[in-house]
Every structure is written in structure tokens, then in C-alpha cells.
């Protein structure tokens, strides 16, 4: 690549232009390559392609139907750089049909080629209003929707950026341009849980476009929010009941229980505008500063509970907005589009990754600042006018703090504490004798991104003495400032990488003589060791007494779920809302982190994925919450990475009394399995990051323990809270799948196993100490194993014949599967042994004969042979 670019620096550059004149077919596929290296490298060189029509070249490369796949999409990206931010380059391929050619092709085999077709799609229409309307003729929006169900997870996300772009750009508002943009919004709406990071942060991209195409429209609607959640608190206190009650039968219930569980959280720091480099970024534009400044100044709710008055007053002005801002001035149903998608920006705030969750809440605290800025000049202006007693203290949805003093204002609250607005918002000034009081600030406001329009229209150099752009505020009109977009992605410059790669290096994973090559031949040594040393373990295990305390010691926290290593010697524990990763062999904890799970949530599972070469860490929350982690500091050098996160299951929600989030993880199909206090158990396929299947349970009670075929890849065993095992077949349909209903426990099912092999059996244990042995074929159990009432855990090692029993009666069980008791465990090893703990989980080492348990005191214990 650098040599190419020195020979383009030397002369050659007008003669490889020159070479797009040639017809010669064979020379098109070397062309296509040069120009797709050249142009990922620099940009620039567009508007030579436009004017000497070397654009013409690409598109017929595109649209011959003989070209290789590959070749295609090099032209393809050549054409999505050539149209990029420049209007005589949009106009050229408009003028060669390239909606039409891409169009035409959505549909190929080829993952890139599509991913490519749809970026370049989006960036013709672009602030290009023919080309949008070329794309509504030829029904684009309509013909994208196929690309959003894509297994590809790069592709889905390309093709919410080509319809972001298209519903962004409309720059006259006509009732046709109305009706596709909210079309294609409450189309958009459907991938609010999709499975893959890079969809979703170009889905709040997306949304945002339409939040600025109707500002006004969704700042009533979050009005709206902000109030009905106000009467549900008000009524929620005066009946002291601890359900909250609906407001009345006519209202609609627009918020989810978890978009009402943001509601009732600060607004943390989210708009500070510090934001990863790799993820959504803020615009950089002085009116994004100016607005974001005054965003930050606008508090958390608690600050408003200091100051009845505000509260008071803010809710006569709520109440007192105009018609022309009202709901029932949008023209549409209460449940319309513009609700739909503020529902859908509330609920990605509390999702689980926090790149999307800011960039949501960004557009969110936007729009509730526009929502409460329509109705402040009103309470500021009756504030100064009248001086009644406040009303009792709510807990109002409107976010201004009380803690700070506005150093140019001596102004008081009624209630004597002082008060900080927004800038934006105007205060009530203390004049003093012989002063002309300040102009007020007009009630309209300015459009989302230019709330202070000075600062929107000086440039950054300037003459000197120059008094600025003459702007001035009219009472009714808005500022004539377009609004500017908040937030923005980098994924089409990442796309771009992947052809300024180099062709000539062998990439490092398959080079032989590479260290990442070396490093991973050495784990495959190692993982055959372990297993054939732990073979020799698992043979002797049923005479093993296995109550040798190799590992004691103390968890930061109270241990709910713990995890072996099945290779290198450590043990994930989790917490209620942290994970601790111990060396067992050396006795030492090395890394602690916060899952970051949200408040009054716990970490309910945990496992390891590709524990045989680079491993990740796989948390699941009761919320619903998956995070996968990377470098989760076994050396305690390095910080954990967030690989990725998305909801598994949506409609849970943090319960002390439930099982949570229950998963089972498939290392060989990379499916991964969730279920919890829901009524069904959802299949995810963690390659595609898509939802595969929904399978109802069919029972009334939560799900307490999943487990798999993962080699015959169609039974699904799952325990449940009424004492049920049910089958189930993922191979049929959901009112099919379930093949088999197990009822013979009495009480909930701690977990379910089952046997490796052919005729393995089907092993569940219950709280009452009943364990039963299932054969798949049959609806009675082949053997019972009773043992001591109080069963809190329960696991069985996958390969010795041996299962342990934790009882919250502070002792622990080892038995053979024939029902032969080796040992119980209820002393700590030492002089004057202590007491062990109530067991709160226990987990077995997949190969060694190791078992670790953890007690409700927060000691954590491993138990086995101990070294000679």
C-alpha cells in the first residue's frame, strides 16, 4: 500500500485515471482493486473520478451480472466514497442509475457486497433530497427492510444507516415525506433488541433523525411521560399502596416497568461528552457544546424534591401548555408512532451496553429539556407574580437542581432554598432600586443542537471588532437554525478498514512462525494434558472422601454464582453486582470488577466461553442483561473490555425471590439459551448476535435450570419453580416443542443435569432433597435418591460418578450416583475448625475431581485430593 502511494505521488496518478477509459474486461477486476486501495487511503481523489466520468467505469463493474462477487464490491465501495459528502458526485451516479443498480442486487449471496450496497445507498441520499425521492419511486425504504433480519450482523446495521439517511434528509415536510418516515421509524422500532452492538448504536442514530424531523411532536410526548409517571407517584403515595396503580382506565400505559426504573435514576454524567473513541461520538459543533452544557446543568430528580415550590409551579405550567404543543394537537392515536419510538429511546437507555445507552441518553435529555423549556417561561413568569404556599414534595419528573447558586443571581426559591437553572431557561433576577429590569427570554426555544444561536452561526476565525451575526429572538417564531444531529457513528469509516488492508502479509493467526501461533499451540498442549491427568482423577473419584480443604478464603462479597476454569487453575465468583476471579492454586484473588449491572439487580450466571484457546467471560443479570468480557485480569494488569451486551431476555426484572436469569451456554454451536421468571426460554445464536427461537414453557412458574443436547443440538431440558422437568424438542414449532412434563417433585428444582452419552439420564434435584433419575423415553423416573431436607445447590461432575448437595443447614453432601454417602462436610479444615456457612452455590471443576463451594458468610472453599 505505501509503495502504491509513492508511485501515485511521483506521476502515475494521471495515467491510472486514464486507464478507466479502457474496455478491455480483463483489465477490470486489477482496476477495480487499485482504485478500492487507493480510495481507502485517501478520499480525496472523488472529484477527480467525477470529472474525468470515471465514476461510469464502477457503476458498470456493479452492474454486470458476470463479475465476480468480490469485484463488485470494491466498486461498490469506490461508488460509496465517490458520493460521500459530495454533491456533484450524488448527482452523477443519480444520473447513472446507481439507485437502481444496488437495489437490484440486495439480495446476493455475498455478505460484504450487501453490507456495501446498503452504505452506499445511504450516503447518495444523503442531504439529496432527488435522490431520496428516486429511492421512494423505486419503494428503497420498503426493499431494505429484507437486509434488517440478515444473519450478518455488519449487514443489519448497514441497512439502518442507509434508512437513517433516508428519513434524515427531507428538507420540505409534506404529508407523503410524513407517512414514509414514520413508516420506516416504526420499522425501526423492531430491532430495539437485537443482539449485535453495531445494530443498535445505528438504530439510536436512526431514531434520532426522526426525533429531529418532528421535535415538537416528541417533546409532547415526553411531556406526556414526564407527567403521567408525576400522577403515578402522586397516587402511588396518597393510596401508600406498594403496586403502583395505573392513573385511570382511559389513560394508556406507554412505559415499561424498566423504562419507568430510568425514570426514577439520576442522569449520572451521560452528557458530559466523554464517549469511547470506537463508539458514538458527539457531534463537535459549537451548538452541541452550548446544548450540552445546558443539558449537564439540568440535575437528577431527587434535586427537585428539596424544593416543593418548583414542584408546585412546575405543575400548574405543565398543566397550562398551549394547544399547539399538546398530544391531542399531533393528529394520530395516542399509541402513534411518536410514542412508539420515545418508548422504544426510554427503554435502550437502560440497555446493558453503555455506548448505546449514552448516545440514548443523550437524544432523550434533549428532548425532556425542549418539553420542559416550553412550559418555563410561564411558571418563571407567575413565579414572579405571585407567592403562594408550596405544594407537598413529589417526586416530579422535571430535572432541575437546587444544590448550586447561580453566582449572577441573588434570587431565593419560596421555600428559602437556592436555585440553579439552565441557561437556556430564564430566572427571576433580583432588580435593584433605580436598575431597568433584564428582557426576558422568549418561550419559544431553539431546535435541539442551536439553543444558543450565537454561538452556532461565528466561525471559528474571525475580523477583529466583528459584532457577530445579527440574530434576534422572535416571541413566535423559532429560531431559523436546522437542527443539528447530536450524536454520530463511525461504522462506515470501520467498514472502509477492511480494504486498506494489506494483501501481501500473511495474516498472524495462520503464520506458523507468529507468537499468536506459538501461544496457541501451547494451550493445546496444555488443555490435553489436564484432561488426561484429570482422567486418572476421575476414575478413583467414588473413593475419594473429597473433603481435603485445598482453597479457603474470603469473598468480597456474598458468593450467589461460581465457575471453574476448565484449564488454567481459576474460579469465577460472582456477587450481587461484582465479579471476583481467584487463583485457586495460589490462594489469591487477582482481579475484582462491577459487572455494571443496574441498581437492585444480581448476577444470577456465569460461564466460560472458548475456555480452550482465548477465553471470555459470560455474565447474566436478573434484569435480563448479557455482558461478555474480555481480559478480565487474571495478572490483575489489565482492565476487563466489554466485548459486547444486549438484553437476552427483556421482560425480566430484579427480583430477590426469583431464579433470575437462568442460561445454558453451547460451546460446540455457540447457541446460547435464556430463560428466568419468564414463560418462555428464547435461543440465541451468539455467531449471528440474532434471536432464533422463542419456546414457550407452557408452565405458571419461573424457570430454575436449563441444560442442552449440545451434540445432537434438539433436546431442551428445563427445571421450574413448581417441581416440573419438561422436554422439549427445538426442531418443532413452538405450540409443538414440548415433547415430555416430568411431575413428580413436589418443590422448586435447583437444577438439572444431564449425562453425557447416548443413554445418559436426565439428573434433577428439588429443595426437598429428592434427586430423580429420568430415562428421556419414559415419563417416570428409573431411581430416587433422598437426601437431607433444605437443599439450597446442587451439581454433578460431568465425568466422575459422583454429585455434591449444599444444604442451607451449613453442611455438604458427596454421594456416589448409586446413592452411597462419601463424606459430609460441615467444619472448616484447621484447629478449632469454624462452622461452615449456609451454601449458596456449589459447582464442580470440569475435569479434576474438585468441588467449590460458597457460603452466605462469604467464604469461599475448594475441596479435593490434597498434593502429596
Sequence with gaps: MIVLIQALSVGIFPYVLKLLQSSARELRPLLVFIW?????????????????????????????????????????????????????????????????????????????LRQWLAICLGRIWTNFDAARWCGVRDSAHEKLYILLNDPVPEVRAAAVYALGCFIGNCSERTDHANTIDQGVGMKLTELAQDGAVIVRKELVVALHQLVLQFESNFASIALHFIEEERQREQSQAVLGAAVTPAVSSSTPQLMSPRSRLWLQTSYSDSMSGSYPSSGLQPMSSPSRSNSSASLSSMGSLEGLEKSPAVVDKLDRSMKRVSSSSSVSSLGFAYNNVYATVWRTLVQIVQEPHSEVSEAAHVVVNAINLKATMNTQPKFMRDNRLTHSAPSSPTNSLARLPTDKVDRDSNTESPDGAQLQLPHEIARPMAIRPGEQPPPSRPPNPAPIGSAIPHSSNFQSKRRLFDKGPNSTYDDDDDVPSPPTALITTEFCEWSSRYFAQSVMKFPEEHDPQSPVHYDREWRFIRNARVRREAREMQKRAVSMRLDDQIFINRNKGNPTVLKFHPYDPHMAVADKDGISIWNWDEGARTNYFRNNNVVNSRITALDFINSHDITLLLSGSDDGAVRIWREYGWDGECEPELVTAWQAISDLLPSTRGSGLVMDWEQESGMLLASGDVRLIRVWDTQKEKKLQDIPTGADSCVTSLVSDSVGRSLLIAGCGDGSVRLFDRRLGPNECRVMTLREHTGWVVKVFLQKGSEGNIISASVGGDLKFWDPRFSESVKTIQTSQGLSSFDVHPHAEIFACGSANQFISLYTLTGENISTIKYHDGFMGQRIGPISCLAFHPHWVHLAAGSTDCFLSVYGERKR
Excluded at 472523488?46 to 454486470?64: E, T
Excluded at 459528502?85 to 437502481?100: H, P, R, S
Design 36 to 112: 478500492a486501495k487507493i480510495l481507502a487511503v485517501d478520499s480525496s481523489c472523488q472529484a477527480d473520478l467525477v470529472k474525468d466520468n470515471g465514476h461510469k467505469y464502477f457503476l458498470s463493474v456493479l452492474a454486470d451480472p458476470y463479475m465476480p462477487a468480490e469485484h463488485r464490491t470494491m466498486a461498490g465501495f469506490v461508488l460509496a466514497v465517490i458520493v460521500n459528502d459530495y454533491t456533484n458526485g450524488q448527482e452523477a451516479c443519480l444520473q447513472g442509475n446507481l439507485i437502481a443498480i444496488c437495489l437490484e442486487q440486495l439480495n446476493d449471496a455475498h455478505h460484504l
